[in-house]
């Protein structure tokens, strides 16, 4: 019965997970006993690489209660077991989850049986793993071919859930010995960051353990938290409330994640080689007095009103082609700004912006390949060189976008994160009074707010003269007929 209601739901859950459901139809779990007396061998799906074999995506949980699916099963070829031996599974490690965003815990509970009437079952905090059950004896052609149903409770969260397993003998016997661990995941409901999941549990079913450093208050270097450098982890957490300083070259290539408090980075190569997740109550941060421009493979920002935070201070995050979209890159920003203030709870922001009341922002660039620049920035630093200038009056100028009402963004000349380029955008360069200044980045340790540059009154009005110039000159062109003699452009 159980069997038929999953078959009959995964024909209405193509497109909630669609990349598992383009491997339901490559079978079930291969099992063979290549050596004889050597262990079950796992053979099947679409996992290449390290661990090919030993992943199995298939399982799909109906779009609604009850979440049962009997995929992926076991099979085998006929003579691959010894007729009457007993086969078993046990389960090895937690039940593992993906919440759409990170491997998180979780609170549900998955409960395996075998046609109603053998049960076990796993839940988040099993850390140890549980034990299965001997499923059937094999019958007289030597093929093992039984399918499992998977249950978890009709509250169970979207996402993607793991579980780790084994098989072997039943029994004691000459013939096979248990296989090495494999992952069978099952995914329910819509949740995004697929692929990102099934690696991180993948990672989390068979790599060494990842690191975990807490600093629970106040601040610690990662050499004082016993990590000098770290070279290689298949993955990095810091926990507790206080701050962890990342201050070496760290190479490791795991990911990121920053589940409670603040990790510092105050060397440009600290995260160059690792994607970052920000979790909620989590915060990622560059100093706030002293110019720091890291390199990072991606960043994930966890939304919501008490989301997780990035401090750019003065600094700079480079981040690689494909770590992060240009649309979620602008809403953290936005978010981060607040209305202005650059004090929002969540998104990107920088401290030292918000203690120069206005006259500060942050700015962003997305190249070509999809890499992005996000830094503490003066508005009217289209390049964000650290320096106002014609050339960035050129850009603007370039885009054709001022007074147009074109959807702009910031390297085109929109400053206030409106969406366009106008005499709002002017205003706030004529504030920042950067124009013409040269390089406002802080050259040396200074305290928070000391160094804002306070614009000499005549100096602002050039600058947005020559901006209004510039950019009024274009505005004019396109529209002859409002050109006054005394404001011609040639
Ligand atoms: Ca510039
Ligand atoms: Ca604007």
């Known amino acids: 019965m159980r069997v038929l209601l999953g078959a009959a739901a995964c024909l209405a859950c193509v497109g909630l997970a669609t990349q598992a459901v383009a491997q339901l139809h490559s079978g079930d779990i291969t099992l063979s006993v290549p050596v004889a007396g050597g262990p079950i061998v796992t053979t099947g799906g679409e996992w290449v690489g390290e661990y090919a074999g030993r992943v199995f995506d298939e399982g799909i949980m109906p779009t609604a209660p009850p979440f049962v ?6 099979d085998s070829s006929t003579g691959t077991f010894p007729a009457g031996s007993l086969i078993r599974f046990d389960l090895v490690k937690e039940l593992l989850f993906w919440d759409g965003a990170m491997l998180a815990p979780t609170t549900a509970t998955m409960t395996v049986d075998y ?9 988040g905090s099993d850390t140890a793993g549980a034990p299965g059950f001997i499923i059937t004896s094999v019958p007289s052609n030597g093929s093992f071919h039984e399918h499992l149903d998977y249950a978890l409770p009709s509250d169970a969260a979207a996402g993607l859930y793991g579980l780790v397993l084994t098989l072997g ?5 000459p013939a096979f010995t248990t296989s090495d661990s494999f992952l069978v995941t099952f995914a329910r409901g819509s949740f995004s960051g697929y692929v990102a999941g099934l690696e991180a549990m993948v990672d989390a079913a068979f790599g060494a353990a990842g690191i975990v450093i807490d600093v629970p208050s106040g ?18 957490t810091k926990t507790g409330g206080g701050t962890l300083v990342f201050d070496a070259v760290n190479s490791y290539t795991g990911p990121t994640t920053i589940a409670a408090g603040t990790l510092l980075i105050t060397n440009p190569d600290a995260l160059a080689n690792t994607t970052v997740t920000v979790a909620a109550g989590g915060a990622l941060a560059l100093p706030p007095d002293a110019r720091v421009v890291a390199g ?7 939304q919501g009103p008490s989301g997780g935070l990035v401090n750019l201070g003065t600094g700079e995050f480079t981040i690689a082609a494909g770590g992060i979209s240009a649309i979620d890159l602008r809403a953290s920003i936005i978010a981060g700004r607040n209305g202005g203030g650059w004090n929002g709870a969540t998104g990107i922001t ?3 912006a918000a203690a120069a009341g206005g006259t500060r922002a942050v700015g962003y660039t997305v190249a070509g390949d999809g890499s992005s620049r996000v830094s503490f920035a003066a508005a009217g630093d289209v390049d964000l060189s650290g320096a106002v200038n014609v050339f960035d009056l050129v850009s603007v100028n370039a885009s054709g976008t001022y007074g147009t009402g074109t959807a702009s963004v910031w390297n085109q000349g929109d400053f206030n994160y409106d969406g366009a380029t106008n005499v709002f955008d002017l205003v706030a360069v004529n504030t920042a009074g950067a124009y013409g200044q040269g390089n406002y980045f802080p050259t040396s340790t200074s305290l928070v707010g000391s160094g804002t540059a306070v614009p000499e009154p005549g100096t602002a ?13 274009r505005h ?9 003699p005394e404001n011609s452009c040639n």
């Not at 601040?219 to 990095?236: C, L, R």
């Not at 004019?476 to 006054?484: E, G, L, N, S, T």
């Open 69 to 74: 699916t009997s995929s992926p099963g076991f």
């Open 115 to 123: 046609q109603d009437v053998r049960f076990a079952t796993i839940s």
């Open 169 to 173: 003998p039943g029994s004691a016997t």
């Open 219 to 236: 601040i610690q270097t990662q050499a004082e938290a016993g990590y000098p450098a770290i070279a290689s982890a298949p993955s990095v």
């Open 296 to 302: 990072i493979d991606g960043l994930a920002i966890t």
């Open 350 to 352: 920088s401290s030292r």
């Open 461 to 473: 009005i050039l600058a947005v003269t020559a901006l209004a110039a510039a950019f009024g000159c």
């Open 476 to 484: 004019q062109r396109r529209r002859p007929r409002f050109v006054h």
